[in-house]
């Protein structure tokens, strides 16, 4: 168990819908990634927060949005979803200093009908 | 354009053989360079990392070589186990981009009796 929680484990919805991916990160821990890892793609990182703050942005699309909230933990939104949208989405925390070590959540299986 | 190499794209082992996977990257300005494994379900867990200070890590069965001219890094399992069996990860970070990991393709590893 790496201490990072991420709800729901599944999640099913349409074409066209919304959802919201959370996550809370190791006690302690500063910093929270999100990645997405599908068949096609690998695992790609979509965007860093800091301690609230947004520090770097990967392959995230615009319909995609995340927050960092001041108790730390993060959502993660997607909006107007498409087929192509249906992966595993995995968060990610860690201390946030120079070469830390990043400790994945069990991640949320999204698929869109 | 993707910056971490990985090969093989899968692998059988016999009990008690080595496991090879290899790594090569494009990007001068990662230094940080862990391997994850990942359980079909779970989400990726640190096995070990190096910088690129040094040329070899060791953490019990597990041996990271890196060769910083060829850009290059490898993972050694001695002595693999069916417990072994499982998709592993290479990956690299740098320092200017926010610790975010850039991963390979990964490597289906199984290791049979």
């Known amino acids: 168990d790496s201490g990072v929680t991420q709800t729901p484990k599944h999640l099913i919805t349409a074409t066209g819908q919304r959802v919201t991916l959370r996550c809370s990160p190791r006690?302690?821990?500063?910093?929270v990634y999100w990645y997405q890892q599908s068949l096609d793609q690998g695992l790609q990182f979509l965007i860093q927060?800091?301690?609230?703050?947004?520090?770097a942005k990967g392959n995230i699309l615009e319909r995609f949005s995340a927050q960092q909230f001041p108790d730390l933990h993060s959502e993660l939104n997607l909006s107007s979803l498409e087929l192509g949208d249906s992966a595993l989405y995995f968060c990610?925390?860690?201390?946030?200093?120079?070469?830390?070590?990043?400790?994945f959540g069990p991640g949320t299986r999204l698929t869109v009908l | 354009q993707q910056q971490v190499k990985q090969s093989p794209q899968s692998l059988i082992v016999q009990k008690g053989g080595i496991s090879i996977i290899n790594c090569a990257y494009e990007?001068?300005?990662?230094?940080?360079f862990p391997w994850y494994q990942q359980f079909p379900g779970k989400g990726p867990a640190l096995l070990i990392a190096i910088r690129p200070d040094v040329s070899e890590k060791k953490e019990g069965r597990f041996t990271i070589s890196f060769n910083k001219s060829a850009k290059q890094f490898s993972l050694h399992i001695m002595d693999s186990q069916p417990g072994d069996s499982a998709t592993y990860f290479c990956a690299a970070s740098g320092t200017g981009g926010g610790n975010k990991l850039t991963f390979g393709t990964g490597t289906q590893l199984k290791v049979e009796l």
């Open positions: 006690s302690g821990d500063l910093s």
């Open positions: 990610a925390s860690s201390d946030g200093t120079t070469w830390d070590t990043q400790y």
């Open positions: 990007n001068t300005a990662f230094d940080y």
């Open positions: 927060y800091y301690n609230g703050e947004e520090r």
